[in-house]
T-cell receptor, first 120, second 114 residues
Framework: DAKTTQPPSMDCAEGRAANLPCNHS???????VYWYRQIHSQGPQYIIH???NNETNEMASLIITEDRKSSTLILPHATLRDTAVYYC?????????????????????FGKGTKLSVKP | DGGITQSPKYLFRKEGQNVTLSCEQN?????MYWYRQDPGQGLRLIYY???????QKGDIAEGYSVSREKKESFPLTVTSAQKNPTAFYLC?????????????FGSGTQLSVL
């Protein structure tokens, strides 16, 4: 799986948009970009994922560059409860709807992430 | 409510003791995972299971053992061979196939050595 690079920490003012960058310059054509976040002492929570098109859901937006070497997670109106560590992960998605039983393929590799602090 | 339940929340281990961490899910997921997290670090994969009665070693399996006798259960045993067991342990599950294979995590177990 491709490796990702994220800044170790970022600050954001409450109510403003939080833009979290991620570099994945070695990403291959069949690797998806996933974002998770982890609030202190809890399990990580899925946020969003995408392949090459921009994606939006009720939590966030994901902007992927045309060359797919980087992406940005956008929290449009950050709140204090968004303070967490945000993980950017790329992984191969198994094709054809078959189960991926092969080795570690498809397993998510979590780096250190970006610690986002939302301040009043 | 559907979800993943880990127990206990906190666990203490004495020297030379084996301890077992429980993970149960009622999401009907095929795949289950165990991760270890040390302070300020990311998650590292210990073991995973894609199907009942089968499991595979992850990146740091030494000193750990698992079983997958039932689809909904994937207990992790931290053996006495694991010399540095103090960490936050996370269990996760997902469907084995499909485009939205997001991981669902439990709330974690903090293991400490007495």
């Amino acid at each position: 799986d491709a490796k990702t690079t994220q800044p170790p920490s970022m600050d954001c003012a409450e109510g403003r948009a939080a833009n979290l960058p991620c570099n994945h310059s070695t990403i291959s054509g069949n690797e998806y970009v996933y974002w998770y976040r982890q609030i202190h002492s809890q399990g990580p929570q899925y946020i969003i994922h995408g392949l090459k098109n921009n994606e939006t859901n009720e939590m966030a937006s994901l902007i992927i560059t045309e060359d797919r070497k980087s992406s940005t997670l956008i929290l449009p109106h950050a709140t204090l409860r968004d303070t967490a560590v945000y993980y950017c992960i790329v992984r191969v998605h198994p094709r054809g709807g078959t189960a991926d039983y092969g080795g570690s393929q498809g397993n998510l590799i979590f780096g250190k992430g970006t610690k986002l602090s939302v301040k009043p | 409510d559907g979800g993943i339940t880990q127990s206990p929340k906190y666990l203490f281990r004495k020297e030379g003791q084996n301890v077992t961490l429980s993970c149960e899910q009622n999401l009907n997921h095929d795949a289950m995972y165990w991760y270890r997290q040390d302070p300020g670090q990311g998650l590292r994969l210990i073991y995973y299971s894609q199907i009942v009665n089968d499991f595979q070693k992850g990146d740091i399996a030494e000193g750990y053992s698992v079983s997958r006798e039932k689809k909904e259960s994937f207990p992790l045993t931290v053996t006495s061979a694991q010399k540095n067991p103090t960490a936050f342990y996370l269990c996760a599950s997902r469907r084995a196939a499909g485009p939205n294979e997001k991981l669902f995590f439990g709330s974690g177990t903090q293991l400490s050595v007495l």
